[in-house]
């Protein structure tokens, strides 16, 4: 990438002896609050950036402080619960070798970078069947994000907190006409179920964030709550 820096960041609470993300990297930043700083430190957790806890005391904040804070041009975040990578196009095959893995994160970075684009994020539903083309514009945001801090222009909404990346999803297509989805290369990873998770929400909490989504966005936001699964869904 040429003299443009890269960061990778880890975003984690409450996980320090389950988290399973740096095992697939040679290098990475874990961002966790001031508090548990310790024991992250004891769980063999070589690189850790500690926050003051009220900082970054939920989702939202901790991606925002990130975006503002870390100092390279490319910023890609990823769950703290990674179990493991795959290429997903006619089939689901794992990714086994760390090399592999931080070149493809590089090269979505460079298309960013080449491209101008903000915003880019996997497809949170990784089943084969669910593969139409390398990228698209459709989908929700799973456990890997990469910002383009010279063309990115959101930022994280606690209003919308539980559907937050669609919303910065949206506002980029909004004002900058275009976002990146790889569809190609994705994670399977936790969800919210595990240690330090995020299943509590209510269904109150969820109503009035998709009330909030559907007034902001109209028809191009979705949810459905049988099966609890939100949607974009943006003519291009």
């Known amino acids: 990438m040429n003299d443009v820096e890269l960061g990778i960041y880890v975003p984690s609470y409450g996980r320090a002896h389950t988290t399973t993300t740096y095992k697939f ?17 004891n769980a063999g957790i ?16 901790v991606s925002n402080y990130i975006n503002d804070h870390a100092p390279e041009q490319i910023i890609f975040t990823i769950d703290d619960d990674v179990d493991y990578f795959i ?5 689901n095959t794992k990714i086994t070798d760390k090399e592999i893995i931080i070149s493809e994160i590089e090269r979505i970075a460079q298309i960013m ?4 684009i903000g915003f880019g994020a996997e497809d949170a539903a990784i089943s084969p069947w669910n593969y139409s083309a390398e990228f698209t514009f459709k989908g929700t945001t799973g456990a890997m994000r ?7 222009k959101s930022r994280y909404d606690e209003k919308v907190y539980h559907n937050c ?5 949206l506002h980029e297509l ?5 976002i990146l989805r790889p569809m190609y290369f994705c994670v399977k990873a936790g969800t919210d179920t595990n240690a330090g998770g995020n299943s509590s929400k209510t269904r109150h909490e969820q109503r009035d964030c998709v009330d909030e989504m559907k007034r902001r966005w109209g028809k191009h936001f979705g949810y459905n709550f049988k099966n609890n699964k939100p949607r974009i869904n943006v003519d291009r």
């Open 25 to 41: 990297f040679d290098e990475c930043t874990y961002v966790v609050r001031e508090s548990e700083k310790e024991a992250y430190h």
């Open 46 to 61: 070589q690189k850790i950036w500690a926050i003051p806890d009220t900082e970054i005391d939920n989702y939202v904040k």
């Open 87 to 91: 290429y997903r196009i006619e089939r």
């Open 113 to 116: 970078l080449d491209l101008g």
């Open 146 to 152: 990469w910002y383009n801090k010279s063309a990115y």
């Open 165 to 169: 990346d669609l919303d910065v999803a």
């Open 174 to 178: 909004l004002v900058n006409r275009i």
